[in-house]
């Protein structure tokens, strides 16, 4: 089994709610990862958490909050949003972290599609 | 930072054919990983290639890692209809944690 499973499917907000997403998968993995893609772009990194512990912030805004509350639940929390930050929010998951000569094949989930207004 | 560049951007073939992708970098990578992206869905890993000069077989999918590990290949043998969709790929162990990922190819079918 390879799903990682992400709710909601679609989210629309003003740019004055809080919203979050959600990312779960049951697969072991110790490494879980926040992507941001824009129409007909590739995904681009936005957070790395490794063993529960968020070790990469790729320069996101505050706006953007990552959480990673136990080893199989990955959540991004949503406030103030400008117009500009929708776009399809992907999670993905490794068996482990990057390591020295070591890499492991990342599966993602379906994504969520954000649409601020 | 790093870039991937992938080959082509597009390609309209029809069903039947036999399909090739490519990817180059100027850095060298531990691991190439080929996904497939269909639209308002996550990308699906297709294949991972390890070891430089790895040849690869998923199906009618062929992929190849690179004897200088800066590039790949993916070959589609008698493309079908549901092969229509946006192909990456990506590199890790550049020295980044996330994903380095090609500007995709996106294959569509003529009937």
């Known amino acids: 089994d390879t799903e990682v499973t992400q709710t909601p499917k679609h989210l629309v907000m003003g740019m004055t709610n809080k919203k979050s997403l959600k990312c779960e998968q049951h697969m072991g993995h110790r490494a879980m990862y926040w992507y941001k893609q824009k129409a007909k772009k590739p995904p681009e990194l936005m957070f790395v958490y490794s063993y529960e512990k968020l070790s990469i912030n790729e320069s996101v805004p505050s706006r953007f909050s990552p959480e990673c509350p136990n080893s199989s639940l990955l959540n991004l929390h949503l406030h103030a949003l400008q117009p500009e930050d929708s776009a399809l929010y992907l999670c993905?998951?490794?068996?482990?972290?990057?390591?020295?000569?070591?890499?492991?094949?990342?599966?993602f989930g379906p994504g969520t599609r954000l649409t601020v207004t | 930072g790093q870039q991937l560049n992938q080959s082509p951007q597009s390609m309209f073939i029809q069903e039947g054919e036999d399909v090739s992708m490519n990817c180059t970098s100027s850095s060298i990578f531990n691991t190439w990983l080929w996904y497939k992206q269909d639209p308002g869905e996550g990308p699906v890993l297709l294949i991972a290639?390890?070891?430089?000069?790895e040849l690869t077989s998923n199906g009618r999918l062929t992929a190849q890692f690179g004897i200088t590990r800066k590039d790949s290949f993916l070959n589609i043998s008698a493309s079908i209809p549901s092969d229509v969709g946006i192909y990456f790929c990506?590199?890790?162990?550049?020295?980044?944690?996330?994903?380095?990922f090609g500007k995709g190819t996106h294959l569509i079918i003529q009937p």
């Open positions: 993905a998951s490794s068996q482990a972290p990057q390591g020295a000569g070591i890499s492991y094949e990342q599966y």
């Open positions: 290639l390890y070891k430089a000069g």
């Open positions: 990506a590199g890790l162990g550049g020295g980044a944690d996330g994903l380095t």
